[in-house]
Nanobody, 117 residues
Framework: QVQLVESGGGLVQPGGSLRLSCAVSGTSFSIYHMAWYRQAPGKQRDLVASDTPSSSAHYDDSVKGRFTISRDNAKNTVYLQMNTLNPEDTAVYYC???????????WGKGTLVTVSS
């Protein structure tokens, strides 16, 4: 069973930055389609950013220019650099991995990001 463990969440002031990390177990990370989602209280889970080995990253319009997704295949880790945070970014952030060969979908347990003064 593939496991995803997020870290890096916390409390940050408006205008601040955080970097989320998601460590992925197993040996197939390099082929996975990776993504970050977020879910604010009382709202649905939405895609924030995604990255595949063969195409450029995709971002939701609300985070374009502020967030950057990246991956380190040597460390089996995907990152989400979040800059210029605002209170609307407050949410639980989830890491997602899709194995395109097996058609399997994996989720982490989430990490809470709170943007508040």
């Amino acid at each position: 069973q593939v496991q995803l463990v997020e870290s890096g969440g916390g409390l940050v002031q408006p205008g601040g930055s955080l970097r989320l990390s998601c460590a992925v177990s197993g040996t197939s990370f390099s082929i996975y389609h990776m993504a970050w989602y977020r879910q604010a209280p009382g709202k649905q889970r939405d895609l924030v950013a995604s990255d595949t080995p063969s195409s450029s990253a995709h971002y939701d319009d609300s985070v374009k220019g502020r967030f950057t997704i990246s991956r380190d295949n040597a460390k089996n880790t995907v990152y989400l650099q979040m800059n210029t945070l605002n209170p609307e970014d407050t949410a639980v952030y989830y890491c997602n991995a899709v194995d395109p060969l097996l058609g399997m979908d994996y989720w982490g347990k989430g990490t809470l990001v709170t943007v508040s003064s």
